[in-house]
């Protein structure tokens, strides 16, 4: 059975809108956009340099006194317009993140709701926004605070979720006055493009949200630029070190939302069937390309080979293959060069003695074109390795045991990272003191429900700083200003 088409209608021809401007031109050149299931070419994309950037950042600077000075009723009103919009496109959105990186469709149709949700969430935060009285001497003096917005915020955002990484972005960032520079990667430019035309469509003003696609030329000029107030960048631990170098030349503030080793964790007193099935995820959600993945599996001596029998037994049984089929549910990973990477970990791992259970290398027959990459596990990995340290960002997953509660949060924590944490116990004292002590900015127990536009996302140790999601996302995008009067 061949692979479909990818619905290249939906395709915006090459070119970059800065406001009302389209440039087709650009000192960012042009790449070729490549569908992952299939290894062939579905367009030109137009790529941002230095020079778009700066009109990019001009042009927000311009814009952004009228968005920054509208009451909050209005700010209100055109996000909670954005959100519905979202759900009128939902398919057309859907069908485009699919075909940016080959997500698959039951994956991606889930996708804008969950944009919307955000959207809404900081709908309703506009108008609760504001300072407060600080104490001071009485009678004798006034103290209050100001929230202000930053001003031009610099967005750069990953390939691996565009239509969420779009909606946590903008949703806090327009809610408190900023205008927002976003920059997409180039593997996925697409989403991008269509989601700041539905903002304008929703009133916000033409020039408060630009979007320009590019590689790491446009990624550090965006950066290192001086008429940025603030750089809010989701990727890579190695890249978010670069993007912090570019930002240190003006002083400007960073978050960074970087990569992860997330461990599953798996007690003896478990929902074992559960549990395996949450483990699985780790492996195929986003073919294993999402910064909190689950990729290490941490379980308990005593019922791991029963827990290995079932994850075993099921990824060997999911549809890994056409974005299009509503019964897939793992798709390929992003590029050729991603694909090649991911085997080059399995095949290092393989020659340093990690024991492979399923898997281990690329999918033939008729996925073979494709960057599809079989779900892959290895137990018995070196615990200072590759597989273990390092983070591949693919399908596959690395299984320790431990015997000790102790033992299981020393592993948990061996890593440089610290995004998230998955705990497994039908134990509730266990599960409250280990979710103190696991190094995370995340600790799921006994599930995983997705990200709530209410709760905090974020890492500790080298998965980054600041937070996206709830009080503390928005607060990402305000500054207080202290005023102090005599009375």
């Known amino acids: 059975m061949g692979m479909s088409e990818p619905p290249t209608h939906l395709v915006p021809e090459p070119a970059l809108w800065i406001g009302g401007d389209r440039v087709v031109e650009s000192s960012g050149g042009r790449a070729e956009h490549v569908y992952a299931a299939t290894g062939r070419p579905t367009t030109e994309v137009v790529l941002a340099g230095p020079a778009e950037i700066d009109q990019a950042v001009a042009l927000a600077r311009e814009s952004l006194p009228g968005w920054r000075d509208s009451s909050a009723e209005v700010r209100r009103d055109t996000l909670l317009r954005l959100a519905d919009l979202l759900l009128v496109h939902a398919e057309p959105l859907a069908a485009l993140q699919s075909l940016e990186i080959g997500l698959p469709m039951q994956l991606a149709r889930r996708m ?21 009285v600080v104490p001071t001497w009485p009678g004798r003096s006034l103290d209050y605070t100001l929230d202000e917005p930053y001003g031009v915020v610099a967005g750069i955002i990953p390939w691996n979720g565009s239509l969420m990484s779009m909606a946590q972005l903008l949703g806090p960032a327009l809610a408190a006055g900023n205008a927002v520079v976003v920059k997409p990667s180039e593997l996925a430019p697409f ?15 033409q020039g408060v949200v630009v979007v320009v696609p590019g590689g790491p030329p446009a990624g550090a000029a965006l950066a290192g630029h001086p008429g940025v107030d603030k750089v809010h960048f989701t990727g890579s631990a190695a890249t978010g070190r670069q993007v912090l170098a570019e930002a240190s030349r ?10 992860g080793k997330s461990p599953h964790v798996i007690f003896d007193d478990a929902d074992l069937r559960s549990a395996a099935r949450y483990a699985m995820s780790g492996v195929v959600a986003l073919s294993g390309q999402g910064c909190a993945n689950g990729t290490r599996l941490l379980v308990h001596s005593a019922v791991r080979e029963q827990v290995l029998q079932t994850l075993t037994s099921r990824l060997r049984r999911i549809r890994v293959g056409d974005p299009a089929d509503e019964t897939t549910v793992m798709g390929p990973v992003v590029s050729r060069r991603a694909c090649e990477r991911i085997v080059g970990v399995i095949d290092r791992a393989r020659l340093s003695g ?14 073979a074109d494709g960057f599809f ?19 591949v960002f693919g399908p596959v997953l690395a299984v320790s045991s431990f015997d000790t509660e102790e033992e299981a949060v020393r592993l948990a924590n061996a890593t440089r990272y610290g995004l998230g944490a998955y705990l497994h116990t039908n134990d509730l004292r266990r599960a409250h003191r280990v979710s103190r002590v696991v190094a995370a900015g995340s600790v799921w127990v006994n599930g995983a429900p997705g990200l709530m ?11 980054g700083s600041g937070r996206i999601g709830g009080v503390a996302g928005l607060r990402e995008f305000l500054r207080p200003k202290n005023v102090w009067m005599s009375v």
């Open 112 to 132: 804008p709701a969950l944009a919307a949700d955000h959207v809404r969430y900081y709908a309703g935060w506009c108008d609760k926004i504001g300072g407060e």
């Open 191 to 205: 989403v991008g493009q269509r989601f700041v035309e539905l903002a304008v469509e929703a009133g916000v003003p």
């Open 354 to 367: 990690a024991r492979l259970l399923t898997g281990g290398g690329r999918c033939g027959g008729d996925l």
């Open 453 to 463: 536009p209410s709760a905090p996302f974020g890492g500790v140790k080298q998965s």
């Open 373 to 391: 990459v079989e779900p892959t596990v290895f137990v018995d990995a070196d615990g200072d390795g590759e597989l273990v340290q390092e983070e």
């Open 250 to 259: 003006n002083l400007t503030p960073v978050a960074l939302e970087l990569g």
